[in-house]
C-alpha cells in the first residue's frame, strides 16, 4: 500500500487552461472571503437590529425577534441553502424567478450563497446581541433614563458600546463560522476554496495533498481572523471595565 | 401561490423519506454522540493535564478541526480512513469502507473537538478542592475523575452537550456531499425523480424544524430544573 506524493502538483497546468492548479485555489479563497464578507455585512447588520430589539420593552417586536431567532437556529444550513437556490425562485412572482433562475453561472449560486449565510448567521449574532446587552447591569438602563435619555439614546450612548465590547470574541468566533459555513455552498456549484480543492483532487487523484492544502488556508485565515480581532479587543478595550470571557456555548 | 402543490409526493414517499432517511439521521447522530462524547471528554482530561506530550497534542486536535469546515472533513475522512484502515491491518490496497462507518467516524472525530472544549469548561467549573478531597481520600486520578469531578462536570455541562447534540443533528445532514441517503439525501433524490423540489425541500425544512425546535425547549426546560439555585 503505496500512496504517491506529489507536491509539484499545484505548479501542474489546470485542465481549464486558467493557469496552474495553485491558481484554482487561490481563486477559491476568493470566492470564499468574498462570499463570507458579503454575508457577514448582512449578519451583523440584521442581527445587530434584531438583537437589539429583542431587548426593548415591546413585547410584540420581541416575540417577532424571537421567532426569526428559532426559525433560522433550528433548520440545518444546508436546507436554507436548497430554500434560497431552488424554491425561492419559484415562490416569488413569476418575472423575479425567472431572473434569478437566469443569472449567469457564478452569480447564480453566489447571491443565494450570500443570502442563506447572511440571514443564518443573523439569527446568531441577534442571539450574541441580546446576551450582551442583558448581561449589562440593570441599573446602566436606569442611569440612562435619569440622566434624561431616550430609550434609543440610551441604547446609543449607554448599553450598545457595552454591550458590542462585551460580546466581541463570541462575534469573532461566528466571523469564523460564515467563513467555514461557505463551504456549505460548494452543494449548489459555487467553486470555493473547498469546491477547487476537490475538483483539484478529481483531476489528479491527488487527494491528499489537495486537501492539505484546503487545510492550511483555512488555518491560515483562523490565525489572521484570531490575532486581528485580538488587536481590535484590545484598542476598544475600556479600562476598568471587565472583558467577559463569556459562558460556553455550543456552536460551530 | 400553493396553488401547483403537490402535496401528494410527499405522502407517497412518506416510509422512504422516515424508515431509509431518518433512520439513517438519527442513528448516525446518536452514534457520533456518543463516540464525540467519549473522545471528547478523554480530549478534554488530556487538555487539561501538566503533562506537555498529552495537551500539546489534544489542543492541536481541538483547534485543528475547529478552523477547517465540516465540509472539508467530511471529504478528509472519507478518503483517508480507507488509507489509515489499510495501514492498520497491513493490507497492500486501501481498504474499504461503507458510506455509513466513513460518516460515523468523521462525524464521531469533528464533533469530539466541540464536545471536548464544553467538557473543558465542565471540568474546571468543578471547584479544585473536590478534586483535592479525592486524593485526599486516597482515590487515584482515574476513580478522582469517575467517581467525583466528571459527574458534576457533566451535571453543569448537561444542556450545553445536548444544544450541541441538536446541532449534530442538524450538521448530519452534511452528508448529503457523499451521496448518501440520510433524510435530507432522501428527499433530494424524489424531488429530482419527480421534479418536485419546492414541495420536499419545504417539507424537509419543516421536518427538521420540528424537531431541532421540540428539543431545543426541552432543553431549556431541563436547564431551569437542574440549574443549582445560589
Known sequence: MKYNWNWQIFWAPAPDGTGIYLWWLVSGLGWTLATALLAWVIALALGATIGTLRTTPLTWVVRLGNAYVELFRNIPLLVQLFLWYFVLPELLPKALGDAMKQMIPPWASFWPAVLCLGFYTSARVAEQVRAGIQSLPRGQGMAGTALGLTLPQTYRHVLLPQAFRIILPPLTSEFMNIIKNSAVALTIGLVELTARARSMQEFTFQVFEAFTAATLIYILITLIVVFGMRRVEKRVQVPGLISAGGAPMAGH | ?230
Not at chain 2, 401547483?4 to 454522540?33: C, H, N, Q, W, Y
Open chain 2, 1 to 230: 401561490m400553493f396553488a401547483g402543490f403537490d402535496f401528494d409526493v410527499i405522502e407517497r414517499s412518506l416510509p422512504f423519506l422516515f424508515k431509509e432517511g431518518m433512520t439513517f439521521t438519527l442513528t448516525l447522530t446518536a452514534m457520533a454522540m456518543t463516540g464525540g462524547i467519549v473522545f471528547g471528554t478523554l480530549l478534554a482530561m488530556m487538555r487539561l493535564s501538566s503533562y506537555r506530550f498529552l495537551n500539546v497534542p489534544a489542543a492541536t486536535y481541538v483547534n485543528l478541526m475547529r478552523s477547517v469546515p465540516l465540509v472539508l472533513v467530511i471529504f478528509w475522512f472519507y478518503f483517508l480512513v480507507p488509507w489509515i484502515g489499510g495501514w492498520l491491518i497491513g493490507a497492500k490496497e486501501p481498504i474499504r469502507v461503507g458510506a455509513f462507518w466513513s460518516s460515523v467516524i468523521t462525524f464521531t472525530m469533528f464533533e469530539a473537538a466541540y464536545y471536548a472544549e464544553i467538557m473543558r469548561a465542565g471540568i474546571q467549573s468543578v471547584p479544585r478542592g473536590q478534586a483535592w478531597a479525592g486524593y485526599a481520600l486516597g482515590l487515584n486520578y482515574w476513580q478522582t475523575m469517575g467517581y467525583v469531578v466528571l459527574p458534576q462536570a457533566f451535571r453543569n455541562m448537561l444542556p450545553v452537550l445536548l444544544t450541541q447534540t441538536i446541532i449534530l443533528f442538524q450538521d448530519t445532514s452534511l452528508v448529503y456531499v457523499l451521496g448518501i441517503t440520510d433524510f435530507l439525501g432522501a428527499a433530494a433524490r424524489i424531488a429530482q425523480r419527480d421534479g418536485r423540489l419546492v414541495e420536499m425541500y419545504l417539507f424537509v425544512a419543516v421536518v427538521y424544524f420540528i424537531i431541532s425546535f421540540t428539543l431545543s425547549w426541552l432543553v431549556k426546560r431541563l436547564q431551569l430544573r437542574i440549574a443549582i439555585v445560589s
